[in-house]
């Protein structure tokens, strides 16, 4: 089953506007005549609208960090998917593991938002992924499914078709330390059997991000393996000429 590579730059919290503008142009421009492959930036909330009106009609989609699951009332300081699509998103990234560790999200909250966000019209990037100390322990395998049943939970084939994961392994976010190849693949291949369970006839078209230390350098590897569909890319996205590369190397193996 041939599934369209896709890369996603997740900016975190880095750049101002007029940064985010100057970033989203350089990626739009270098990709423009790369083929078959699926871009996306995410930028900080308050850049998204600018970012997304330079971006219209290019084939770079701007996705959103977050979402709230309610679409409107007393949240002060959410913000909700269709707010998100009127901005410009195509897409959200949710339950990355920063948000889980840093801000207590669960795997509930996870299930709720991306409901929401489907309702929206947003593709949501579910972000699963075990810490060094479960690794260690031998449960890896038991985390990424019980991250994967609680934000999938009661979830229709029709929602489950709308959906990306994205494996991104805690301890190779930002350590440059990436999973090899084969563990990548272990849990890619888990990720796809444990989805083939819900919705058999899915789960060979969904596609299965990795995250974690991917540079232009180890994409081409990590693409090699038969369920890694692309990829969640933190640090090497934050500069042009790194991300451009990647997109490039990803999108050749
Ligand atoms: P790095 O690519 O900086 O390791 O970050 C990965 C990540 O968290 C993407 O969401």
Redesign the pocket.
């Known amino acids: 089953m041939a599934r369209r590579a896709f890369f ?1 730059g ?1 900016w ?1 919290l880095n750049g101002s506007i007029a940064e985010s503008l100057a970033l989203a142009t350089d990626v739009r421009n270098g990709v423009a005549s790369v083929r078959d492959v699926d871009v996306a930036v ?1 930028p900080s909330f308050t850049a998204l609208h600018a970012v997304a009106k330079r971006l219209e009609d290019g084939p770079v989609m701007v996705a959103a960090q977050d979402c709230f699951w309610e679409e409107k009332g007393a949240f002060t300081g959410e913000v909700a998917p269709s707010q998100l699509a009127d901005a410009g998103c195509k897409l959200v ?1 949710l339950g ?3 948000r889980r560790q840093l801000f207590g999200e669960l795997d509930a909250a996870v299930n709720l938002k991306t409901r929401a966000a489907l309702r929206a019209g947003l593709t949501p990037i579910i ?1 699963i992924g075990e810490t060094l100390t479960e690794r260690d322990a031998g449960e890896t395998l038991g985390r990424i499914q019980a991250q994967l049943d609680g934000a999938l939970a009661d979830m229709t084939d029709a929602e489950l078709e709308g959906i990306v994961i ?1 494996y ?1 392994p805690v301890w ?5 330390r ?1 999973a090899t190849p084969a563990q990548a693949q272990e849990v890619h291949h888990f990720i796809r059997t444990r989805l083939a369970t819900r919705a058999p006839a899915l789960a060979p078209k969904l596609r299965i991000l990795y ?5 232009p350098d180890n994409v081409r590897a990590l693409m090699a393996e038969e369920d890694v569909d692309g ?7 934050l500069s042009a000429e790194s991300f451009i590369r990647l997109v490039k190397e990803g999108s050749a193996s």
């Open positions: 996603c997740n975190k995410a990234i990355h593991s920063e972000c994205a991104e190779a976010i930002g350590t440059g990436n995250g974690g230390s991917m540079k990829g969640l890319v933190g640090g090497a996205s």
